[in-house]
């Protein structure tokens, strides 16, 4: 799930189906839904409304299905199913059975870019409903309030008239007066939602990434009503009987097969219905707790935290100074390196903001070499020619955080990393560190090397040393090692070609 480090110098079900009936209601013009009785119907009635993913073939689910409702019993509850292509084809069905069987109603969803983001929104859109379950997936991060107060400010969009003073009269490059999209907020980005929710996502789920569910997991920490559980060795086509060919092309290898994922799920999914408020899922925390240490407490990930491009900052980009400069001259000095969140483009005369430029610095301060840096994550690449070598504020704003949501240039269904693509950040040269610091000699040949790549370097040992022991060895095994190669200048080598150049 860690894609992005530092950039240049600017991570079985038994067959027992006896005395069970399906019954398939059909209405004239529609897809047939299905109605599937527990195998007891002596329990507290609850109806699952499950939809599946649409390229699953007829029948798909039924093992899991019937293992949901054989756990059940256990938990205590009667577990009637109702299936169907979507929620609205379900509709009729799933009143009569919650009607005649005075049922509580949840619904489900297995996986996202449809049937997850389905299932949550008939789920907030019904009064009656007790829950939704998301299997292989999670609330959308349009749940959580901070985010969507700042995506709805990409709707203000900058303008050719500015003030006296900025820019060129009528600003061709357009002109924003500043905090337009100012997204900064407090607390971790929770979601606020009508009911209880259970995620439950595969450890090796190729296809819902766990580096997503773990970022639901951190955000709802202080929201318990929103669970969050993991199947260790899970991949996402063990909850299907014929797997498509679209989940085998993105899938990793299952460790567990299967009937032991199916068993896992269905005991998980049955306690939550039984008891939503109350279940508590197994705890996931070795699992995920590595993901915190990386997107919270080194990236400052924008999706984990409050943190926008000019609030906030990276703990990794700040060490990264310090790596930059290592070794110097006195090797007995000791660092204190700070960082912060700007729009690397940010100058007196670039548009849509004309703020004031921002830069690195290395200074002794009280005996101590301090080091700042300045850093911009990356979620969407733009090219020079697009942002008119910074001079086309329009396109520059599209890496803001309003941007980013505004434009939907990141899908939220946990297809891709969601870590930054890069942490870009801005750092003093090896030579100034041995200005600063009094060093006898501080010649250009200081920086000659590699400096960058040995701090991407850090970064890929650093995720390493983080991540669980499992998935140590499971990379150490069978994993595909990285390189770091050398350092490239852009051509030219100028700050907008720096700038819009993203790692690679």
Known sequence: GTRGSISRALFSVPASITMRVVCSLAVAGAVSQTVIPPPDTSKAAVVLAFQGRADAGSGAYDALISQVQSEGVKAGVSVWAVTGPSFDDMKSAIQSTVSAHQAKLFYAGHGMGGAGEAAAEAAAGDSTAEGAILVAGFLPRDYRPDLQACKAKWATQPTHKCPKGKGLPLCPGGYLPEG????SATGVP?????????????????VVRVSRVAEAWYTQKQTPEHKVAVVEGMNHGDLLGAVPASVQARDLVSEIGGDKAKAQVASIVAGFLADPK???????????????????????????TPNSEESGSSPWAAAAQEKMCEPLA???LQWETSNEFHLLSDEDGIPPYYRAKHRPNVTMQDGKVAGSTVTQLRYTTLTVTQVAAGENGY?????EKAGILGTGAITDDGSDCVSAIEIATKLSSRQLCYNRTNAPEDPETLDDGDRCAAINEAAYDLAMATASSTARARFQKSGRPMKMVSDRKPTPPAGPWWIWNYLQ
């Open 395 to 399: 396109e520059i704003i599209k890496e």
């Open 330 to 332: 006195d090797t007995k």
């Open 180 to 183: 337009s999209h100012d997204c």
């Open 190 to 206: 929770a979601p606020k939602f009508p009911v209880p929710t259970l995620a439950v996502g595969g450890e090796l789920d190729g």
């Open 278 to 304: 109350s279940y508590n899922p197994p705890a996931a925390d070795d699992t995920l707790s590595p993901f915190e240490k990386m997107f919270v407490e080194q990236e400052g990930s924008w999706w984990w």
